[in-house]
């Protein structure tokens, strides 16, 4: 069946605004993802004022060097850009599912109950390490079309949008590791430096 014209109108206009792109993974994504010990990855990002084009585009282009590293979550600075700029995806495999963009976001509550899980992140490759963080964060933000929202998440959302929002702060999983033995060992294995871990503890 053919679309109307109206309905092919409706889809560029959403094409345009959306920051939705193909998951299949790019062979050649758009950006390169820092690796722990690059100083872009220590940086505080700055807050972003006007919501536009150029953000989307920047969002899309995060998505594409997510989807092409089978990554569920990026933040600005582990690309280069120290914005408050952060996609997640939870739904990587399902083609009709959007992505999330976090601009600007802010944690407005924490629940008191604390979770044990096992994170990795795409800037330090194959290393998967459990960290301690509360189970749900209610938090404010911007979407991708500059609108205000509020948003209470819990389980995997409410993990990934504390690991990418540390990264707003020049923080990394691996600073939070309590098990400093297997944190050097699983370091030592995958050819990352101890001395680049910012201990928070
Ligand atoms: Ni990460």
Do not use: W
Not at 107 to 119: F, S
């Amino acid at each position: 069946m053919a679309r109307s014209f109206a309905q092919l109108a409706r889809t560029a206009e959403q094409g345009h605004r959306s920051v939705h792109v193909p998951k299949e993974p790019l062979d050649q994504p758009p950006l390169t993802i820092h690796r722990l010990g690059a100083k872009e990855l220590r940086t505080a990002a700055r807050r972003i004022s006007k919501v536009d084009e150029a953000v989307r585009d920047l969002a899309r282009s995060m998505l594409l060097s997510m989807y092409a590293a089978r990554g569920i979550g990026l933040a600005a600075p582990q690309v280069g850009v120290p914005k408050q700029l952060l996609v997640i995806d939870l739904d990587i495999e399902e083609a009709a599912t959007p992505p999330m963009v976090f601009i600007n976001p802010e944690i407005t509550a924490t629940g008191a109950a604390l979770t044990t899980y096992e994170e990795g992140c795409l800037s330090i490759p194959k290393v998967y390490l459990d960290v301690v963080r509360p189970a749900e964060v209610e938090l404010s933000y911007r979407d991708e079309q500059g609108r205000p929202r509020r948003l209470k998440a819990d389980g995997l959302l409410a993990r990934c949008i504390q690991h990418e929002m540390d990264h707003l702060n020049g923080v990394l999983f691996v600073d939070h590791v309590t098990d400093a033995l297997s944190l050097n060992e699983e370091l030592q294995q995958h050819g990352f430096e101890r001395d680049h871990v910012q201990s928070i503890r």
